[in-house]
């Protein structure tokens, strides 16, 4: 690990990587391979539940990366030290924040299972044999909704839910978080308060604030009454742009939403960064140099600007005209997800009786397999 490491510095010279593991996504072996291998490639921010398992899980994920830090630099990636650990918590209904639920045991036996193909997490299951139940596998849910419209017969339901205040204190303080994301929307403002009033007692705590929201009539004017209401920050802020939630593997368009939203709040000039997130993939990059939205990169090193919270105000006051860096969900861990599976299948192999899940550094092949796909979306930005 290079102790000169600041992931801020990513924001202000526009090759910000975020790896989003997901509001709702609990699977604790997949946080932490997903975590290890994006971290591996050279991650910038790790985004995941506000949940302490999971901030465990990734924590570990965190620590195994900084063991191969130095193998990974000799092959060529991009890791340069541990990133920014991030929470995300929600000021109210959100599809972040939502898990799908039905009883298998109503389901007709003639249904031809739609739910379980469409499935990106492969969370749906009626493998009772495997996994010992049928339905959806809750940790593995991370609330896309693809399953609800799909199943022919209405049982698929779900199910939000948002995160105790009092929760937040012990995230912050006891959890070694170092930033926080609020998941909000236009017209929500007396709720975001609300919850901002319990974040700002510990903000001080903090590195960074994201604050992502969807596009949507007035939110021009909605992020400036956000501003308002979090200034004076004494760290850096970040505008998410959730272009279109949750959707980038399924398709090259799906980050055309997030482009125009980005550019949209860019030229707002709030202050801040603008990093894209909903819908990003493979394409979003190239998109954004196409529209000269993104600063070239040099190979000049920029001055190393600290960690104090005086760096972190010069740091957070700019909102240039590029997009600081984009953030990736379904896209990223989709591109692992074969993976994962075979990691998955040589668990279920190597015991009939799985007492304790297999760790990605154990196979040294697929690690390293997983770290050159999350390489080569983490490139695009970082060479």
Request: charged residues 20%; hydrophobic residues 40%; glycine residues 8%.
């Amino acid at each position: 690990m290079t102790d000169s490491f600041n992931p801020l510095l990513s924001l202000k010279e526009g090759r910000w990587f975020k790896l989003i593991c997901g509001a709702s996504f609990q699977h604790l072996p997949a946080v932490r391979s997903l975590t290890l291998a994006y971290t591996l490639a050279g991650a910038d921010c790790i985004d995941i539940a506000a949940d302490p398992a999971v901030i465990l899980a990734a924590q570990e994920g965190l620590k195994a990366a900084a063991a191969l830090g130095a193998t990974a630099r000799k092959l060529g990636f991009a890791y340069q030290g541990t990133p920014l650990l991030m929470v995300s918590l929600n000021d109210g209904e959100d599809p972040h924040f939502r898990k799908a639920e039905f009883d298998s045991a109503q389901c007709p036996s003639t249904c031809s299972r739609p739910c379980e193909r469409i499935c990106p997490a492969q969370a749906i299951t009626f493998d009772s044999i495997k996994y010992n139940f049928a339905g959806v596998l809750s940790d593995k849910c991370y609330g896309c909704g693809r399953c609800v419209p799909v199943c022919p017969y209405d049982k698929i339901e779900s199910v939000s839910y948002a995160t105790a205040n009092g929760a937040i204190a012990p995230l912050i303080l006891k959890s070694g978080v170092d930033a926080v994301e609020i998941h909000t929307t236009v017209g929500r403002l007396a709720e975001f308060k609300k919850l901002w009033q319990t974040i700002s007692t510990y903000a001080d705590q903090l590195k960074l604030l994201a604050i992502s929201c969807t596009d949507g009539e007035g939110v021009i004017d909605y992020l400036h009454s956000l501003y308002d209401a979090i200034a004076p920050l004494d760290c850096v802020n970040i505008w998410q742009t959730d272009g279109r939630s949750m959707s980038g593997d399924i398709g090259s368009g799906t980050t055309l939403a997030a482009v125009r939203l980005g550019s949209k709040v860019l030229k707002a000039k709030i202050p801040g960064y603008v990093q894209l997130a909903g819908g990003t993939n493979s394409y979003t990059v190239p998109k954004l140099t196409a529209m000269n939205l993104v600063k070239k990169l040099t190979n000049q090193k920029s001055e190393n600007m600290g960690e104090g919270n005086h760096h972190s105000r010069k740091l957070g006051s700019e909102n240039e005209a590029f997009i600081a860096g984009v953030a990736y969900g379904s896209y990223a861990r989709k591109l692992l997800l074969p993976v994962l599976e075979q990691l998955e299948e040589k668990e279920v192999n190597v015991e009939r009786v799985k007492v304790t899940a297999l760790k990605l550094e154990e196979e040294p092949a697929l690690l390293w397999q997983a770290v050159s796909l999350a390489d080569s979306l983490v490139s695009q930005l970082k060479y």
